[in-house]
Each structure stands twice: as structure tokens, then as C-alpha cells.
């Protein structure tokens, strides 16, 4: 009876609304991230200057990619949703769109996106983005309930879309795209690691086991944000030791991971909200900056 009040409210949502709430389901600031890094990978991996069709058709494939296993995992986390104040509102939870509709949709864009990275890009990017949704979707959304080893476990499809964007260019895996996948694997430890201290309170009304709920000191949620941080400074200059930037490149990333490393090291010393929501914010101008320095001085 309560999907079918769900169903009905929904329904009755105007068009613009109803799209809106679709659209919310894609996790777009994500998306874009997802997207911005790929785009890095395939600038970085392309020997020569840069096809811009091919890299707008391997962009469009890996944002549908993207947006298709971010409704699935709203949909597959939809009760979990409901239980915190900061998803709440999310299109499942408060009844704008039923879940089935959430379902058919993000079952929808993956499987086309599959379908066109392998007919419109390369068998290679089809299979990575597989790796994807494996891991996303059937790896880490049911490991977060279960084990705080569920950070590490997502880590590894989130930093595969720079990889995807490599092959995409190039249509094969060499060290240099492992590279952009290392960077992007340990970024995304102080970065998830802030959310969680941030909320904290709502992955525990959840029982989402992240770090910080299982250990409320934050004694190795902090210790971890500093340790991958350091990791990641001398990792993010490896493109410039490879050849595959410049040397603007090398003293960018080394000044870019000592501001990431100076909002990482506060918060970790004072563990407060305020703090990690300065972390969070760090590790957002971070990545897209390093990115895009990188590229440029290719």
C-alpha cells in the first residue's frame, strides 16, 4: 500500500518536477567529476593532439555509464536513504518518483551506456566500465552495511574512469593510465573519509559502517586522511617523472598536495565538522585543478 501511495504521489508530480527528480538521480556533480577525469585519461593517453569527436563520443558514453549506476545505487540504497536527514529528500525516499520508475531507468542508461562504449568505442572501455558496475553496485552498496572495508572496496571502481578515458584514446592499459588510476584511488580516501566524519550521525542512524561510526574518537579516521593525503603528493607528480607533463605541471602538483596536505592535517588535528567540511571542499578544487594542470602542460 505505501509504494502504491508512493506510485500515485508521484505520478501526480508536474512534468518539470518529475524530470528534475530524474535528473537528481544521476548524482550530476558526480557525474561531472566521473566525466572530468575521464577526460584527463583520454587527453593524457592521446599521443597527438586530441581527437575532439572521439573524446566527446567516449564522454557521452561514460556519463550515461555514470549517471545509470548512480540511480541503481539510489534505488538499491533507497530505505538507507530514508533513514538519514542529509538523503532524505532524495527522489526515492520523499516519494517523487516511485521505485520502479528509479529501476527501469538507471537499468536503462547502463545497459545502453555498455552498448555504446562497446559498439562506438572499444570492446576494452565497455569491459572496465562492467568492472564498474560490478564493483559499485554489487560490492560496495552491500559491503556498507556489513564492514568499514567497504571505503577501500569502493575505491577501486571509482578510480577506474580515468582508465576508461585511456582506452577509450588509445584502446589499451599502460602504466602511465595506471598512474591516473593511483591518483585518483588515493584521493578518494581523505575525500570520503570528511563525508563520513561530516555525517557521521546519519551513517549511524543508517548502519552504514563508515570509520567514523565505528570508531567515534576519530583517532584512525584521522590518521588515515593524513597518511593517503602524503601518499598522494608524490603519486600526483609521477605524470611529470614519466614524461607525460611538464615541468609547470610538477611544481603545480607538489603545491596543489601541500595545500590538500595543510586542509588535511587541520583536520585531522581538530576533527571538527567544520574542518572536514573545509577537507571536503579542499578535495573537491583539488582533483579537477590537478587534472586540468596536467593536461595543459602535456
Not at 180 to 208: K, T, V
Not at 216 to 225: E, H, L, S
Request: net charge positive; proline share 5%.
Amino acid at each position: 500500500m505505501e509504494e502504491f501511495a508512493i506510485d500515485l504521489r508521484s505520478s501526480a508530480m508536474p512534468l518539470r518536477e518529475r524530470m528534475a527528480a530524474y535528473a537528481e538521480l544521476t548524482k550530476p556533480r558526480i557525474t561531472f567529476l566521473i566525466v572530468l577525469s575521464s577526460a584527463a585519461g583520454f587527453a593524457m593517453a592521446s599521443q597527438a593532439s586530441i581527437d575532439y569527436l572521439a573524446l566527446l563520443r567516449a564522454l557521452l558514453g561514460i556519463g550515461l555509464l555514470s549517471s545509470g549506476i548512480a540511480t541503481l545505487n539510489q534505488y538499491a540504497e533507497r530505505e538507507l536513504d530514508g533513514l538519514m536527514r542529509r538523503t532524505a529528500s532524495r527522489p526515492l525516499p520523499s516519494g517523487k518518483l516511485a521505485p520502479w520508475e528509479a529501476l527501469a531507468f538507471g537499468a536503462a542508461l547502463t545497459i545502453v551506456a555498455e552498448a555504446y562504449l562497446l559498439v562506438l568505442v572499444n570492446p576494452l572501455s565497455a569491459l572496465l566500465g562492467l568492472t564498474v558496475i560490478a564493483g559499485y553496485l554489487f560490492a560496495y552498496t552491500p559491503l556498507k552495511t556489513r564492514t568499514t572495508l567497504s571505503t577501500l572496496v569502493g575505491a577501486f571502481p571509482g578510480a577506474v574512469p580515468p582508465l576508461i578515458g585511456w582506452t577509450a584514446a588509445r584502446g589499451s592499459i599502460s602504466l602511465e593510465g595506471w598512474i591516473l588510476f593511483a591518483i585518483l584511488f588515493l584521493w578518494q580516501f581523505p575525500h570520503f573519509l570528511a563525508i563520513a566524519w561530516m555525517y557521521r550521525e546519519d551513517y549511524s542512524r543508517a548502519g552504514i559502517l563508515m570509520l567514523p561510526v565505528v570508531e567515534p574518537d576519530g583517532r584512525v579516521t584521522a590518521q588515515q586522511i593524513v597518511v593517503y593525503t602524503l601518499m598522494l603528493i608524490p603519486v600526483s607528480v609521477l605524470p611529470a617523472v614519466m614524461g607525460m607533463s611538464g615541468k609547470i605541471y610538477f611544481v603545480g602538483a607538489i603545491v596543489l598536495g601541500l595545500l590538500f596536505l595543510y586542509s588535511s592535517l587541520r583536520a585531522a588535528f581538530s576533527m571538527s565538522r567544520q574542518h572536514a567540511r573545509r577537507l571536503l571542499l579542499a578535495s573537491v578544487l583539488y582533483l579537477p585543478l590537478l587534472f586540468i594542470l596536467m593536461v595543459l602542460n602535456r
